[in-house]
Each structure stands twice: as structure tokens, then as C-alpha cells.
DNA sequence: TATTGTTATACTCTATAACTATA
DNA sequence: TATAGTTATAGAGTATAACAATA
């Protein structure tokens, strides 16, 4: 069990073996995920972290600072993350005239908002369809199970609340 | 929606909405499963892909190539991988008298065991301390429906089938 | 003096191309 | 000639420490 293996618990396939226990079932069920989000990002050329600054930057222009906190690097990292996607102009630093000098503000570029809405339906369709195996009843009862877990992790947790769409882990 | 974002699809907190729809509920999950083998890899140290080079070798010594296909990693890739974890002593290259004699097999150290078996032990506590609140009626049938989610994906991509524990994600 | 962001430096992880040594 | 693995090289991603500019 603890399956620090994607895919493999599998076990013999077609075996009557439907039930993988809760544990080995959300690991593999991450990694699955998480594979799908990794392939769209790169059928973009991009990284997942390439991916999620995008996703991070479709409703708001965080300063370096806040960026990193979102994104949960040092700003050291956030600063080189952000030249790269910059030399690719999918955003770009701009600075507030009034306000702190110091201060620097990352936005999306046009290109970068139409990939990052562009990821965003893909991971929404791509993911959906792994889902579409399932009948609609047990669907939404499993949607609202794993709602379950990760909202109250977040209470828990005391996670953040940022109302937008598109940012994975690390 | 499609949430490239971690912890984020939260939300105002604390607020009714309980269901984030199934496409948020999956990749938010999927972070928070990643983030909890992320931490404790980081615990001993390892970064995840170095874990879950522990993980595959807990039950085979494959050779190189191989290793490299059960990783999702080029040859050399692997060869690096292999390096660093021989490095710290927690991997060693053995090489079978009989056979082909450019082949090398890849074995955990009596160290690289001891972390393996503690990873396998604290993923799937971890993990079931996330799901255990949900009432266990849910819980079942959670990983149930996570169960099928994951065989018919893997029947689908004829999903190799290999018997072992702890493998991640890239 | 404290904070914001960048620079300098170092490692891990990954890939492609070229190479060595068997087969 | 083909295969197993390593070496060479390059670049992304990450971190810590030191620094410049502004508060």
C-alpha cells in the first residue's frame, strides 16, 4: 500500500480486484491527475509551475512577494520562473506609478491569457472525461466526497481562499 | 473551473459550498495528495522522483533500463537518478556474473530499505488521516468509486500491471 | 533598520547527442 | 550492427546567502 507508484497498483488487470482501499486509490488517483496536467502543459511546451503562474495570473497581478506565497517558492525561485516566462512573453513586470517603488507587478501578456484560458478548458475537458466512466449518480456522489476532503483540509489547514481557477501543486 | 491551483478552488471558507464539481474536487485532490508525499519525502530529505526510485525497488533489482521505463525517465536520466542516490548510500549497482555483461541491476542498501519501508508507512497514514474525516460508510465508497476511476483508466491505457507499492507521479 | 526584489551560486532533475563496451 | 549504460552538455526549477534600492 502508500503506492509511491502511479499506475501500479493496478495489480493484475481485469481481476475482479475493484476496490484498491481508500489509500492506494487517492494516491494513484493523483497521479492520474496530475499526469493529465502534466501533458497538457506540455503539449504547450510548458511546465506544470509554467502552467500554474498562468493560471494564478488569470484574475490578479500579485506582486513578486505574493506570487511566491501563491505558488509556494522562495522569491528567489519566483524571480527565475518569472524571467523565463517573461523571455517567452507570456507576462510581463509592470510597475504601479503610485505605491511602493520597490514593488513590482507580474501580469499576463495577451499570449499568456490565451494559454492560460486555453489550459484551463483542456484540463477541464480532459479531466471530465476520465470521469465520464463513471454514471452521472455515482459521479456527482464522488464529486461531492472529494469536495468533502478538500474543503475541510482547507479549514484544517487554515488554506488561503483565492476565488481563482488553475494552480497546481509542486 | 480546471483549477491549475492547488488548495485554491477553496473558495470564500467555511461558506455552504460544499461541492466544487468533479473536475476542481479531482485536481484539487490530486494536489493535496501530492503535497502530502512531497512533505514527507522532504522529511527524509528525498525529493519525490528519489522516492519513488526507493519505492520501485522495494520488491525488484530491474536493470537500468528498465528502472528508466518503470520511472517514465530517459536512460540517462536514470543513470543521474541512480548517481545521487548511490551517492548517499541508499542505492547500490550490482552486476549478475551470468548474462549479459553490460547489464547492471540496481539494488536498495540495507539504509535505502530502512527509508523505502518508513515512506511506504508514513504515506498511507498520512493519507488515511485525511480521508478518515470522512464518516467510514463515505470512506468506502470513496474508494470505491476511486478504484474504478483508476482500473478503467488503466485498462484503457493498458496500464502496466506490477504488483508493487510507492511509485509517484513526475 | 526593515522590506522588495535581484544576483550569485549550487544542486537536483531532465533531455539529447555522442561514446564505450558488450552482444 | 544493435543494445546497455555512461559521459558530455544544456537548461529548467529550486534553495540559501548576499546585495541594491526604497521605505
New interface residues.
Partial sequence: ??????????????SR???????????????????M??DIAAEHELS?IQ??L???LRDREPRMAHLAQLLGLSKQSTTGLVNRAERRGLVRRVSIPVGDERAVHVSLTDEGRRIAEL??????MR??T??A??PET??????????????????QHG????????????
Fill in positions: 500500500m502508500s503506492s509511491l507508484n502511479p499506475s501500479q497498483a493496478t495489480a493484475r488487470r481485469s480486484l475493484t476496490d484498491l482501499g481508500i489509500v492506494d486509490a487517492l494516491v494513484q488517483t493523483s497521479f492520474l491527475v496530475q499526469e496536467l502534466d506544470i502552467a500554474r498562468l493560471g494564478v489550459l484551463a478548458a483542456q484540463v477541464s479531466v471530465a476520465v470521469a466512466d463513471l455515482n459521479r456527482s456522489r464522488l464529486s461531492m466526497l472529494l469536495s468533502q476532503l478538500v474543503l475541510r483540509d482547507a479549514d488554506t488561503d481562499l483565492d476565488p481563482q481557477p488553475m494552480r497546481p501543486t509542486r
